[in-house]
């Protein structure tokens, strides 16, 4: 059973260019959660979907930034119009239909702004 | 505000000695729990321990639960060289399930 996997695992843009990251959550998992890293810091909750619905986008920025989990693909969590505050590791996490306490991360996508 | 506040931030200690980490938060939890991370890599999943219960082992691990004081430990023992990493505490609340993690001890462990 594959783990959380994301795409790409280093992605680099110019300031004012879109990001696309991409998430395939561990088979049989329909909650997705995307958290983003800072250096030097801890992770910072974004959003948490499940297939076709965003359950709470609490910690998205208001704007540019945007997600989605289709009923069938991978999650994307988009951003238009980067800037270089935008810099970080964006992870991605999993867990199972049924309320799991454990959510279950991928390898994390590390943006560089230019 | 910022739940799951770690310290100390940065601990170096040698092969073989007890290593322990501290995490406080702000609201109540249903459970909390202790990743790793190593440098650049994703987290890596070690504990949970749920607000009913005081204490948990695992391995090597032995993790504490104080919810009147809102704080939590982590305790590796007979520590190794492949334990260096940076460990966080995250709080789940319950409220969507999404997880507060805290600002991370780094953890330097030397032969």
């Known amino acids: 059973n594959a783990g959380v996997m994301q795409n790409p695992r280093h992605l680099v843009r110019r300031r004012g260019q879109e990001a696309r990251l991409r998430c395939s959550p561990m088979k049989g998992h329909s909650h997705v959660y995307w958290y983003r890293q800072l250096p030097e810091e801890g992770l910072k909750f974004m959003v948490y979907l499940q297939k076709e619905n965003i359950i709470d986008e609490s910690g998205m920025p208001k704007e540019r930034f945007s997600a989605e989990f289709p009923k069938e693909g991978p999650s994307i969590l988009r951003i238009q119009q980067v800037v270089r505050g935008d810099s970080a590791a964006y992870f991605c996490?999993?867990?199972?239909?049924?309320?799991?306490?454990?959510?279950?991360f991928g390898p994390g996508t590390r943006l560089t702004v230019l | 505000s910022q739940q799951g506040e770690e310290d100390p931030q940065a601990l170096s200690i040698q092969e073989g000695e007890n290593a322990t980490m501290n995490c406080s938060y702000k609201?109540?939890?249903?459970?909390l729990q202790w990743y790793r991370q190593n440098s650049g890599r994703g987290l890596v999943h070690l504990i949970l321990i749920r607000s009913n219960e005081r204490e948990k082992h695992s391995g090597r691990l032995r993790v504490t639960l104080d919810t009147s004081k809102k704080s939590s430990s982590l305790l590796i023992t007979a520590s190794r060289a492949a334990d260096t990493a940076s460990y966080f505490c995250?709080?789940?609340?319950?409220?969507?399930?999404?997880?507060?993690f805290g600002t991370g001890t780094r953890l330097q462990v030397t032969l």
């Open positions: 996490a999993s867990s199972p239909p049924a309320h799991s306490d454990t959510q279950y």
């Open positions: 995250a709080a789940d609340t319950g409220t969507a399930s999404k997880l507060t």
């Open positions: 609201t109540s939890i249903n459970n």
